[in-house]
C-alpha cells in the first residue's frame, strides 16, 4: 500500500533556472539584516547587559497590567513580567542598575562601618535597592497572600561583556567546525558553499529578524542560532550527498541538470523534514509560554530559510566555485541562462 506523497516522486522543478533572482533576494536581505542592525541594534538581555532576574510565585492570578503599571512607577528602567509555566508563575526582569555619587558613599560607609563589627551587614547598592524596592510592591499588591520567590539571579555588567563575546566565539568556532567537517568529507567548493549558506545567509537573516522586531535577544536565542546553523547544514549536506552520488553516476551531464535532479531528488525529503519540525515547534510556540518564545520564535525562521538556502544558495554556488568544470562547447541544453 503506498503512502500519501506531498512531494510527486516524478516532480521535475527547474531550480536552478531561477539562481539569479534567488541570488538577488537573498543579498537584498543579507544587506538589509546589516544595516537594520547597525541602525537599531539588537535588544540585548540580561544575560548581556547586566541586570536581575526574579522568579515568584503569586497567591492568585495577577491583572498584568496593573502590576506592571505599579512596577514601572519605580522608574527603575524598562521591567518585563513574562509568564513562566502555570498562570500564577511570572519571571521580572530588571534592568541593570546605574549606581550615583549618592548609592556609592552609602557603599563605602558601609563597608567601613562593618570593619568595626563582628557580624558584618549586607552592604546595599543600586541593584539590591531596586530588588528590595520591586519586593515592596509586590508585597503592596498581593494583599491577599505572601509571594513565593523561587530564584533571584543578579547578573553584573562585566559578566554580561564576557558572555558576549563568548557567544560570538561559540558562533565562530562551530561555524569553523561545520566548515572544516564539510571539507574534510566533501570538496572544499562544497565546504564554502555550505558556509555561504549557513553564516552569511541563515545566521545572519535570523540575527536580522530579532534587531527588526526587537525582541528579547539572550543566551536562549544564541542557542537557537547555533541549532539553525547545524540544522541548515544537516539539510544543505543531504543535497550535497545526492549531488555527489549524481556526479559520479551522470559523468557527462551538465552540472546545472545534474543539480536540479538532485536537489528534485531530495526535496520530499528536505521539505516534509521541515514541515513536521515546524509543526513540533509551532505548537512549543502557542504552549510552551513567554520564557522560550524567542527560542522557538528563531527556530521556526531558520528552519524555513535554511531550507530555502539548501535549495536555491547551496546549489547553484557550486557552479560557480566550478566543483567540476563543464566541457568547453558542451553547455545545457536544458537550462536557459537567464531568469
Known sequence: MRGFHFIPDTINVNFYRYRLLAFA???F???GTFFIVATKGLNFGIDFTGGTSIEIATPVVPDLEKLRSKLNALKLGGISIQEFGEPQDFLIRLPQQLETAETIAAYESCIEANRKKTEPEQCPTAQTKAIEAVRAQLGDYFKEGEVDYRRVEYVGPQVGEELKVQGLWAISFSILAIMAYIWMRFEWQFAVSATVATT???VVLTIGLFSLTQMEF??????????VAGY???DTVVVFDRIRENMRKFKKKPLPDLLNLSVNETLSRTTMTSFSTVLALLSLYFFGGEVIRG???ALIFG??????SSIYVAAPLLVYLRVRPEPEGQPSKNVPEAV
Open 25 to 27: 533576494l537573498s543579498i
Open 200 to 202: 552569511l545567509h541563515d
Open 295 to 297: 527560542f522557538v520564535y
Open 232 to 234: 541548515s547544514v544537516n
Open 218 to 227: 539572550n543566551l536562549s536565542t544564541l542557542a537557537a542560532i547555533l541549532l
Open 303 to 308: 528552519i524555513v530559510v535554511g531550507t530555502y
Open 29 to 31: 536581505l543579507v544587506l
